[in-house]
């Protein structure tokens, strides 16, 4: 069966056909502007050259139209008809408390996604509009709602409540979500299949590093803590999230700088983090380089960084009373070599030895620590499209 994973932001909506049977992206793309002047279309079918469609896309559903065009086109399209389209799964971010897996999309769930919007105010409004311009072209195709928050609602309550008056809690469900968790539960899966072990008896770290990032604690197969909390913006110093700060923080910078509330939330989601903190970039490639130029904020930078995701490892380990494996994924996680190597440099204490040979290595599943290393290091490429595309299957077969 072809399934359809749809991506849906607020202007943009990215997607890729999979063939289930083989595993294969028969093709993929991405809708920008949408709903702005200079609407593109890129649409890259397997083995092809991409094509660019510039044209109007004055909402989701005239993108959702393009894209199946694109799909079905005589030249670079990959298959006949949309009958060909056996199911659409789609990403959402915020699932609340309501989404513990992932669920067919019925009317029912719409409201309850709906519902979890105030909690996701950038995110779920954008995918839902996704869902129905879907909906709408595609009437009698089953439909999935994937959840980044799903896989950690097994998180206990000790890791979940905030120090807060616990009425926020009751009246605004105030509390650690965590998100990508797509990629942690596929990377923590795989981490298992490589050892040839189960997931069920491991104690595994993921350390997702993108532009976005997040580590989580896999505790035989259940999440039991994550980095992120309500929203993407708590932990890892991110590309440019600030991650985890004192909270007096906001209210002494609004004061000083005649910021309002809504304004230091802009700042912390879109102005700190490694690039503002670095001066230089968001992208770790740009901080990295500078940093061998010897620019030495951008060093700072790279080290605050690096220090983070080294006290969160230290943080879960304690709280699995141990970790077997620690995995690596996302652009930095999957690409950075020397970051790798940076980060490990504090696990000495969990025994754990990484070989530098074999941490060589950008963008491929392998093994990065040495043969004896107490806790096995890895570098595993994430791939959110291809375990959507399976969550979606496992619903609608
Ligand atoms: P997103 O959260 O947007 O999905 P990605 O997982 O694609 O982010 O990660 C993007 C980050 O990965 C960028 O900061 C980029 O610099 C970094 N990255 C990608 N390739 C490399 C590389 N070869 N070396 C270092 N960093 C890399």
Same mark, same amino acid.
């Given at each position: 069966?072809?399934?359809?994973?749809?991506?849906?932001?607020?202007?943009?909506?990215?997607?890729?056909?999979?063939?289930?049977?083989?595993?294969?992206?028969?093709?993929?793309?991405?809708?920008?502007?949408?709903?702005?002047?200079?609407?593109? /279309? !890129?649409?890259?079918?397997? =083995?092809?050259? %991409?094509?660019?469609? *510039?044209?109007?896309?004055?909402? +989701?559903? &005239?993108?959702?139209?393009?894209?199946?065009?694109? /799909? !079905?086109?005589?030249?670079? =399209?990959?298959? %006949?008809?949309?009958? *060909?389209?056996?199911?659409?799964? +789609?990403? &959402?971010?915020?699932?609340?408390?309501?989404?513990?897996?992932?669920?067919?999309?019925?009317?029912?769930?719409?409201?309850?996604? *709906?519902?979890?919007?105030?909690?996701?105010?950038?995110?779920?409004?954008?995918?839902?509009?996704?869902?129905?311009?879907?909906?709408?072209?595609?009437?009698?195709?089953?439909?999935?709602?994937?959840?980044?928050?799903?896989?950690?609602?097994?998180?206990?309550?000790?890791?979940?409540?905030?120090?807060?008056?616990?009425?926020?809690?009751?009246?605004?469900?105030?509390?650690?979500?965590?998100?990508?968790?797509?990629?942690?539960?596929?990377?923590?899966?795989?981490?298992?299949?490589?050892?040839?072990?189960?997931?069920?008896?491991?104690?595994?770290?993921?350390?997702?590093?993108?532009?976005?990032?997040?580590?989580?604690?896999?505790?035989?197969?259940?999440?039991?803590?994550?980095?992120?909390?309500?929203?993407?913006?708590?932990?890892?110093?991110?590309?440019?999230?600030?991650?985890?700060?004192?909270?007096?923080?906001?209210?002494?910078?609004?004061?000083?700088?005649?910021?309002?509330?809504?304004?230091?939330?802009?700042?912390?989601?879109?102005?700190?983090?490694?690039?503002?903190?670095?001066?230089?970039?968001?992208?770790?490639?740009?901080?990295?380089?500078?940093?061998?130029?010897?620019?030495?904020?951008?060093?700072?930078?790279?080290?605050?960084?690096?220090?983070?995701?080294?006290?969160?490892?230290?943080?879960?380990?304690?709280?699995?009373?141990?970790?077997?494996?620690?995995?690596?994924?996302?652009?930095?996680?999957?690409?950075?070599?020397?970051?790798?190597?940076?980060?490990?440099?504090?696990?000495?204490?969990?025994?754990?030895?990484?070989?530098?040979?074999?941490?060589?290595?950008?963008?491929?599943?392998?093994?990065?620590?040495?043969?004896?290393?107490?806790?096995?290091?890895?570098?595993?490429?994430?791939?959110?499209?291809?375990?959507?595309?399976?969550?979606?299957?496992?619903?609608?077969?």
């Amino acid at each position: 069966m072809n399934i359809l994973v749809i991506n849906c932001g607020s202007s943009s909506l990215k997607y890729q056909l999979i063939d289930s049977a083989s595993e294969t992206v028969l093709a993929k793309g991405l809708c920008e502007r949408i709903g702005i002047d200079g609407s593109v /279309l !890129t649409h890259t079918p397997a =083995g092809k050259d %991409k094509v660019k469609v *510039e044209t109007p896309m004055p909402n +989701h559903t &005239v993108a959702v139209k393009l894209v199946i065009d694109a /799909l !079905t086109n005589a030249d670079h =399209g990959v298959i %006949k008809s949309l009958d *060909e389209i056996g199911a659409v799964g +789609h990403r &959402v971010v915020h699932g609340g408390e309501k989404f513990a897996t992932s669920v067919v999309i019925d009317d029912t769930v719409l409201k309850a996604i *709906e519902e979890c919007n105030d909690l996701a105010p950038l995110h779920n409004p954008a995918n839902l509009i996704g869902i129905n311009s879907c909906r709408e072209i595609m009437p009698k195709v089953p439909m999935v709602a994937v959840f980044d928050t799903a896989f950690h609602q097994t998180m206990p309550e000790k890791a979940y409540l905030y120090g807060l008056p616990y009425e926020y809690y009751e009246k605004y469900k105030v509390r650690r979500y965590g998100f990508h968790g797509t990629s942690h539960d596929y990377v923590s899966a795989k981490a298992a299949e490589l050892l040839g072990r189960t997931r069920d008896d491991l104690k595994i770290i993921v350390c997702h590093l993108g532009n976005g990032g997040s580590i989580s604690a896999v505790n035989h197969g259940k999440c039991v803590d994550t980095s992120m909390g309500l929203t993407p913006l708590e932990g890892l110093i991110m590309g440019t999230r600030s991650g985890d700060i004192d909270p007096a923080i906001c209210d002494f910078i609004c004061q000083k700088e005649g910021l309002t509330p809504a304004e230091m939330n802009n700042v912390l989601n879109k102005k700190s983090g490694v690039l503002g903190l670095s001066r230089v970039s968001s992208d770790f490639r740009d901080i990295e380089a500078a940093a061998n130029d010897g620019n030495k904020l951008a060093r700072v930078t790279l080290d605050a960084f690096y220090y983070r995701v080294a006290k969160y490892v230290g943080a879960y380990a304690a709280a699995m009373n141990g970790v077997d494996i620690i995995a690596f994924t996302a652009g930095v996680g999957e690409n950075n070599i020397s970051g790798r190597a940076e980060i490990c440099k504090y696990f000495g204490y969990l025994g754990a030895e990484l070989d530098t040979e074999k941490n060589n290595v950008r963008g491929e599943e392998r093994i990065i620590s040495r043969d004896g290393s107490r806790v096995t290091l890895m570098c595993i490429p994430t791939n959110e499209e291809l375990a959507i595309a399976r969550q979606t299957l496992a619903l609608v077969k």
